[in-house]
């Protein structure tokens, strides 16, 4: 019985009547500051290495927020063991599903919340190098550039020329990926994949020469495009 007793005596003292007093407001105040100038520089760093075809500034200001709420969070529950099993069951019905159009995305929302993470458990050290080490890799990857870079190539012209057309295509460009069809009446349209060696964009003259060809448009590929 007295086993039992002093089994409960030491689970009650050292987890459950554990009192959120350990933090004082000068931590509180630390923490939420190098949560902010680590999460800023996620922000400018998002900004300098965006690629996609439209830069949200809204979702670059919600890093920085994701960020700073989950310092507090984990500055909440590091106390405290019962209040931390009430925040994993309150955040386990919660669902985001907003979409995410950039893969590269992911990466920054994930380092924004380990920031928060590391910072509101006080370390600190981890923070920041760690924040550094992964901004030094994404400045340095994002920097290497493609050789040969995606373009889509899109056409209009005559159904009635379309061996014709093709022909004269494929004597201008040895290689490319038909991505679309379309055919209305007489008049189709064709997406082709191509690639761009040192943006050399001469070709597009000479294909605009070929004749029954209607219009001819080059848009830059970022691999998002479905067809």
């Not at 019985?1 to 987890?15: G, L, P, Q, R």
């Not at 529950?77 to 950039?102: C, E």
């Not at 056409?155 to 020329?161: A, K, P, T, V, W």
Request: aromatic share 10%; hydrophobic share 50%; proline share 2%.
């Amino acid at each position: 019985m007295n086993e039992i007793t002093s089994y409960k005596d030491i689970v009650n003292k050292s987890f459950l009547e554990m009192q959120p007093g350990a933090l004082t407001v000068a931590d509180v105040v630390i923490s939420l500051l190098m949560t902010f100038f680590i999460s800023m520089l996620i922000f400018w760093l998002y900004k300098k290495s965006f690629r996609g075809v439209l830069y949200t500034h809204s979702f670059n200001i919600s890093l920085v927020m994701v960020s700073l709420v989950t310092s507090l969070v984990i500055m909440t529950i590091s106390t405290n063991l019962i209040l931390s099993l009430g925040m994993v069951g309150a955040l386990s019905i919660v669902r985001f599903r907003t979409a995410v159009k950039d893969p590269l995305d992911i990466v920054f929302m994930f380092w924004a919340i380990a920031v928060g993470i590391a910072n509101g458990a006080m370390q600190f050290q981890l923070a920041i190098v760690g924040s550094l080490f992964i901004a030094i890799v994404i400045l340095f990857l994002t920097r290497i550039k493609m050789q040969n870079n995606p373009y889509l190539l899109v056409l209009h012209y005559n159904s009635n020329f379309e061996d014709e057309i093709l022909n004269q295509l494929n004597s201008i460009i040895k290689s490319y990926k038909i991505k679309s069809k379309t055919v209305s009446s007489n008049l189709v349209e064709l997406t082709l994949e191509v690639r761009v060696r040192k943006n050399n964009m001469d070709f597009v003259d000479n294909i605009s020469k070929i004749p029954n060809i209607k219009d001819i448009g080059l848009v830059s590929y970022e691999g998002d495009y479905v067809s």
